[in-house]
């Protein structure tokens, strides 16, 4: 039998993106190739369910939010040799993100943000 519904947190599945004790979540690791991010979608994923009035914000802020994330490593701010997490707002959404010195792969979490930071 074949269900229409979610489950609310994805446990089976590798997480790649930084943790997060935030639900919902989605989490991923992006590639850096100098200062452009690729999006890889088998290496990223969500955790609990998003309602559905903000189901929509994601798509509407992560372009927003790569090319931020882009402006980043461009300024030197985001560093692929240094660990150092950032913090984004958009569309109500906020993105954590940090190479984690990776040198080649940005990793983010991107939740609801809070109606204390609204």
Not at 40 to 54: N, S
Request: glycine share 8%.
């Amino acid at each position: 039998m074949v269900s229409d519904t979610l489950p609310d947190d994805n446990h089976d599945r590798p997480w790649w993106g930084l943790p997060c004790t935030v639900r919902p979540c989605f989490g991923a690791r992006l590639v850096q190739e100098g200062n452009r991010l690729h999006y890889l979608a088998d290496r990223a994923g969500i955790r609990g369910r998003f309602r559905d009035a903000d189901a929509y914000h994601p798509d509407q802020a992560f372009p927003l939010l790569m090319k931020q994330l882009e402006l980043m490593l461009t300024s030197g701010e985001l560093n692929p040799r240094h660990q150092h997490t950032v913090t984004l707002y958009a569309k109500g959404l906020t993105c954590e993100a940090d190479t984690l010195g990776s040198c080649g792969y940005v990793y983010l979490a991107v939740y609801p943000t809070p109606e204390t930071k609204k």
